[in-house]
T-cell receptor
Framework: GQNIDQPTEMTATEGAIVQINCTYQ??????LFWYQQHAGEAPTFLSY????GLEEKGRFSSFLSRSKGYSYLLLKELQMKDSASYLC????????????FGPGTRLSVLP | DARVTQTPRHKVTEMGQEVTMRCQPI?????VFWYRQTMMQGLELLAY????????DSGMPKDRFSAEMPDATLATLKIQPSEPRDSAVYFC???????????????FGAGTRLSVL
């Protein structure tokens, strides 16, 4: 089976740093993606990791440890507009595009 | 500004009726995905196409759901007959898939919010 876990909800303050964790146990692994989804809107791509280590992109960074089945998304200098759900997704096959999404973490940024 | 277009945005129907959802992928993308999102199950992959050919529809209930891609500019997801448990937001996404471990981003449409009464 496929299993991806994320915390259900998190709260942080404007200007702070927050780390959203994702653990996965899947039948295969060919990359991990993070998507942001504002309420009532479509998911949008944030970051991608396929090798171990940290990928940085502006205020957002994502880390991957394949041996531990673990990733995190780090958001710095939080802004109110960062209030959204953050979805971790694993591509589980090597040729196709079979994706398994985690349940998402709803982040609330408070003033 | 290229985007994935889905119609209708909202659909309310009665149990037993046929529902057809349409998706226009971004021009030049070779892969189209259908997802269903509910509070309980989250985002689930139903089916996906590569160069219009169905690659995997194992996530889709076969008895009532069907997905097709009659041409490169149109993908459809049909439910017949619909049931209340089908109520969800259905997303279409498209991407240019290069294969292997490449950074193949999916671009999602705005979704169709389906309510089956």
């Amino acid at each position: 089976g496929q299993n991806i876990d994320q915390p259900t909800e998190m709260t942080a303050t404007e200007g702070a740093i927050v780390q959203i964790n994702c653990t996965y146990q899947t039948s295969g692994f060919n990359g991990l993606f993070w998507y942001q989804q504002h309420a009532g809107e479509a998911p949008t791509f944030l970051s991608y990791n396929v090798l171990d280590g940290l990928e940085e992109k502006g205020r957002f960074s994502s880390f991957l440890s394949r041996s531990k089945g673990y990733s995190y998304l780090l958001l710095k200098e939080l802004q109110m507009k960062d209030s959204a759900s953050y979805l971790c997704a694993v591509r589980v096959d090597n040729y196709g595009q079979n994706f398994v999404f985690g349940p998402g973490t709803r982040l609330s940024v408070l003033p | 500004d290229a985007r994935v277009t889905q119609t209708p945005r909202h659909k309310v129907t009665e149990m037993g009726q046929e529902v057809t959802m349409r998706c226009q992928p971004i021009l030049g993308h070779n892969t189209v995905f259908w997802y269903r999102q509910t509070m309980m199950q989250g985002l689930e992959l139903l089916a996906y196409f590569r160069n219009r050919a169905p690659l995997d529809d194992s996530g889709m209930p076969k008895d009532r759901f069907s997905a097709e891609m009659p041409d490169a500019t149109l993908a459809t997801l049909k439910i017949q007959p619909s049931e209340p448990r089908d109520s969800a937001v259905y997303f279409c996404a498209s991407g240019l898939v290069l294969g292997g471990g490449s950074r193949d981003i999916q671009y999602f449409g705005a979704g169709t919010r389906l309510s089956v009464l």
